[in-house]
């Protein structure tokens, strides 16, 4: 069965980093384009940062200097690098892998940016 697993969520400190990873089995990965979306509570789902399949990349504006996507097709994962960690990316992020009408979603990893 195709699925994508995150990792890598936990509890830091306002300033502080994490990193995300999401490992895809069971999928051509090299051919999908993945995101990092998240989601807070009361709010909607929002992209965060996606690289395509040919490694371009775009990201949200608030995150824009203070995250990084990468991807490493060898090891079918996609990595998202957190710094400068702000209370209000406080939520469940997820993983998502995209290719025409094939869609797989994480079941998320929980970020709580607090002191």
């Known amino acids: 069965q195709e699925q994508v697993v995150e990792s890598g969520g936990g509890l830091v400190q306002p300033g502080g980093s994490l990193r995300l990873s999401c490992a895809a089995s069971?999928?051509?990965?090299?051919?999908?384009?993945m995101g990092w979306y998240r989601q807070a509570p009361g709010k909607q789902r929002e992209l965060v940062a996606v690289i395509t399949r040919g490694f371009s990349t775009n990201y949200a504006d608030s995150v824009k200097g203070r995250f990084t996507i990468s991807r490493d097709n060898a090891k079918n994962t996609v990595n998202l690098q957190m710094n400068s960690l702000k209370p209000e990316d406080t939520a469940v992020y997820y993983c998502r892998a995209s290719y025409r009408e094939f869609l797989f979603w994480g079941q998320g990893t929980q970020v709580t940016v607090s002191s």
């Open positions: 069971r999928i051509s990965f090299s051919i999908y384009d």
